[in-house]
Each structure stands twice: as C-alpha cells, then as structure tokens.
C-alpha cells in the first residue's frame, strides 16, 4: 500500500540515518556504497565547494532531498543549492527538501544502484528542469553530463578526460581526473 508524503517525512527524520527516498508511494532505502562510490562523492563535493562563492551556494552531499510533482523524494549524491532556495528551509522542522530545479544534481553510479540511477532518478531530475544533471561513473572514469537548453530539451556530453565545465555554475570547473584515485 503507498504510503502518504507526511508519512514518508516522518519516517525519514526517524530514521535520517537510512537516507530513505519515496517513489510511487513505497519506501527506499539507499544502500550501503562503495569506497570508490564515497570518495567520488566526497571529492567532488569538495571542489565544487571550493570553487563556489560563500553564501551563494551550498554543496550537499548525500543530504538534501528533491522533490518531484509526483511526490516522489530523491536524495542526489551531490547537489548544489542556491542560497535563496536554501533560506526557504531555515527554522523549518521538516526534511531538507527543494521543489524548484537547481543548478547541479549528480549521481555517482554504483553497483547496487547504477540501473536505478539510471532509469529512474536521472529521468525524474529531467522532468524537474534541473539546469545540470550529471552522472559520474567510478570504475569507466567519465562523466556524463545532461545540460537544460532553452527549449526545456536536454543536451548530453560525456567526459573522459579534460576539465569539465558545469554550464549552470559559471568559472565553476571539475578537472576529470582529479575524481578518481
């Protein structure tokens, strides 16, 4: 039976630790990820951050919530968070949620959830209209990154290499590289 979006708030500030996601009504959990998985994440959080301007933006990692028009919740890797969105939520006792688009969301595939990643979240970011999707693939080494063009269609590049501009976050640059170890 699904389960209403009060509940999966309660449930979820219960229990933050599971960093639970609601879609089409059911829970889900993120599972447990690899090493490869967390330091891509944390790497790039890092970078991003330094490269920011302070309350402008803030990078969440593994932390904040989407939310799509269906009521589906999902909790992006890493995000980047404009300051005015961000003030919405201060003093509030609910979950860390944004409804409108932001600038960067990304997944970091892994292999408990790369097929996930793929079909569902990386689709439900699209229909968000977020400006930037990007999917960061530890073991092929690449990036692949979705930009939002004007017509509200999106264009699809892969990096292997190089230093990769984030189109939504001007001077903001992710040197390919300097993710893997």
């Not at 944390?42 to 799509?68: F, I, W």
């Not at 509200?152 to 001077?171: I, K, N």
Request: glycine share 8%.
């Amino acid at each position: 039976m699904p389960i209403s979006e009060a509940t999966y708030e309660r449930i979820a500030l219960e229990d933050p630790e599971a960093n639970w996601e609601l879609v089409c009504g059911r829970l889900r959990r993120k599972p447990e990820m690899t090493q490869e998985h967390n330091d891509v994440i944390t790497l790039l959080g890092h970078y991003l951050q330094q490269q920011l301007p302070l309350g402008q933006y803030t990078v969440r990692t593994n932390m904040s919530r989407t939310r799509l028009r269906l009521g589906n919740y999902y909790v992006p890797d890493v995000s980047v968070i404009p300051e005015s969105q961000r003030r919405g939520q201060a003093g509030t006792k609910g979950l860390e949620t944004y409804d409108e688009p932001l600038p960067l969301v990304v997944e970091v595939w892994s292999p408990s959830t790369g097929e996930y990643d793929v079909t569902e979240k990386l689709a439900g970011y699209r229909e968000r209209g977020d400006a930037e999707i990007w999917l960061v693939h530890p073991y092929e080494r690449t990036i692949t990154a979705w930009r939002r063009r004007p017509d509200g269609s999106y264009q699809e590049s892969r990096f292997a290499e190089g230093e990769v501009q984030v189109e939504a976050l001007p001077g903001v640059t992710i040197r390919v590289a300097s993710l893997f170890r």
